[in-house]
């Protein structure tokens, strides 16, 4: 069966500082893989999504980046992180190839920068 | 563009009490359209999903929703609402076409249930 892995669930960052937020998918090969934002009180905002690896696709201007240096591998980075990257950040895959649009969440990471 | 109507922010229910959680999509063709539920500090989970066929259709937890082409509705609802159904609820639409990948969510319905 398939899973997928975020790390760290939590983390509180100075103003300033890196970032660097994992995401692994097991059990699958090839999918289709997500990043979201979800600020307090509101809906999901896709980030970046990619299709395969080295292709990202970013959706919103912002001080974020992200990577997919191997098939099942997906990370999220920013040089120097801003009080309003505070959020839950969400990862997700899904089938490629295929109608299916099926997305499946990893378990989220919280992020607080002070 | 494709978008994603949740009218209502959150809803409050009586444990017991029916629910319907309203949804309406805008898309220039036949949409897949999905209802995920997420508990607090979770990810989400998929509830049900509809891409074609009965319009009716079922999920897990005892959910269904009912897909209205005329209204562009997907409307979510439970006979009898738990305390444990409490979550935060997002209807989502996807690109319904082979290679399609993106999906547009909606802001979120915060459900509470009181006993």
Known sequence: SQTIHQWPATLVQPVGSPLSLECTVEGTSNPNLYWYRQAAGRGLQLLFYSVGIGQISSEVPQNLSASRPQDRQFILSSKKLLLSDSGFYLCAWSVSRTTNNEQFFGPGTRLTVL | ?115
């Open chain 2, 1 to 115: 563009a494709q978008s994603v109507t949740q009218p209502d922010i959150h809803i409050t229910v009586s444990e017991g009490a029916s629910l319907e959680l309203r949804c309406n999509y805008s898309y220039g063709a036949t949409p897949y359209l999905f209802w995920y539920v997420q508990s607090p500090g979770q990810g989400l989970q998929l509830l049900l999903k509809y891409f074609s066929g009965d319009t009716l259709v079922q999920g897990i937890k005892g959910f269904e929703a009912e897909f209205k082409r005329s209204q562009s509705s997907f409307n979510l609802r439970k006979p009898s609402v738990h305390w444990s159904d409490a979550a935060e609820y997002f209807c989502a639409v996807g690109e319904g076409r082979t290679g399609g990948f993106k999906t547009i969510f909606g802001a979120g319905t915060r459900l509470f249930v009181k006993a």
